[in-house]
């Protein structure tokens, strides 16, 4: 009978590794900032731009983790800081592997952030905070959330009925008030490419 | 003030586009069976040969998981499906970005198994039946757990005082007690790589 089966730790396969593979390093890129100010669409934009320099990521954002992993969650404090919690070791499951994961979550307090930047560590983690004023983004208002939190339907609603603490030391401050999407995104890149290169 | 800003899924990035990059399917082979089987063995030397040929994948084990993501579950019957359904969410996210998972994990019942393949879907779902013989996994009992599960230390455990239900419809079944390491990668390694290889 076979002896060798059980797991030996020496055979695992180690994120550089992977990275050689991809000839990119793993990195997770955190967007932070009001409902509609523009996170998730900068997370689409620029892992298009990564992609067409060759480069893999994966977008985490509401639609994919609310419909899915965190389905099971509501938006009591305590879930949210479970939602963010778990983005964040998806997060770090991903950059492990090499990939660039684009988180695009409000992730309105410094605890919550603290936590997340614990949980990825902080040589992995980016900091991008979406500034966008909150008078631009009640105004553009996409999904009616904002007016639903000003009559009372939504409770707790950052910004309006919850609090949102920017960030004070994020890597990156865009407005998006400031730059077309093209414009961001190209700041956005020019600021965590050297983090994604692989060295030479 | 630019009004591009809000996300247009059009542009978002699709799975094929990620699997173009990589020159790979996307997929979630799903190791099941005993503790101490071989499943998280397995799934590293299969990483290994992936990875000799050039392929990105990501293990998801024991090891990984429980002291990560699902650190805030226990072994209820609760807490083991919802470990087997974020495991599986996970698995979907690597596999939607164009990665091979390997879920090695005991997911001892049918209806647990039923549930991870209707979250990953049909099509990405590759389950591996490890079916190591219970009196050879007690033998191996590498963490002494078998043990303590005799003296009643641990509850429920699967093989002992939990049931595990055999697959029925497993795509490949592996008795390690037929094989060395090897022989029973390159087995699987044969059965999955049609599913993995980009199509010429």
Do not use: H
């Not at 050689?20 to 955190?30: D, E, S, T, Y």
């Not at 409000?106 to 966008?132: D, K, L, Y």
């Not at 999904?143 to 609090?163: D, E, M, W």
């Amino acid at each position: 009978m076979p002896t060798n089966i059980f797991p030996d730790r020496d055979k695992f396969l180690e994120r550089p590794a992977k990275e050689a593979l991809l000839k990119q390093k793993g990195l997770v890129i955190w967007f932070t900032g009001l409902s509609a100010s523009g996170k998730s669409t900068l997370a689409f934009a620029l892992e298009r731009k990564l992609y067409s320099e060759g480069f893999l990521t994966q977008v985490l954002d509401g639609d994919k983790i609310r419909n899915g992993l965190n389905n099971n969650l509501g938006f009591t404090a305590d879930d949210r800081n479970e939602n963010i919690r778990r983005i964040a070791e998806v997060g770090r499951l991903f950059s492990d592997c090499g990939v660039v994961a684009l988180s695009a979550f409000i992730s309105p307090t410094q605890a919550i952030r603290r936590m997340a930047r614990s949980i990825i560590g902080e040589a992995n983690f980016f900091e991008i905070f979406v500034s966008t004023p909150l008078s631009i983004c009640e105004e553009r208002d996409p999904k009616g959330l904002y007016k639903k939190a000003r009559q009372g339907v939504i409770q707790n609603f950052t910004g309006i009925s919850a609090p949102y603490e920017a960030p004070q030391n994020a890597s990156l401050v865009v407005d998006t008030t400031q730059y077309t999407v093209e414009e961001a995104t190209q700041k956005i890149y020019t600021a965590v490419i050297k983090k994604i290169r692989a060295s030479e």
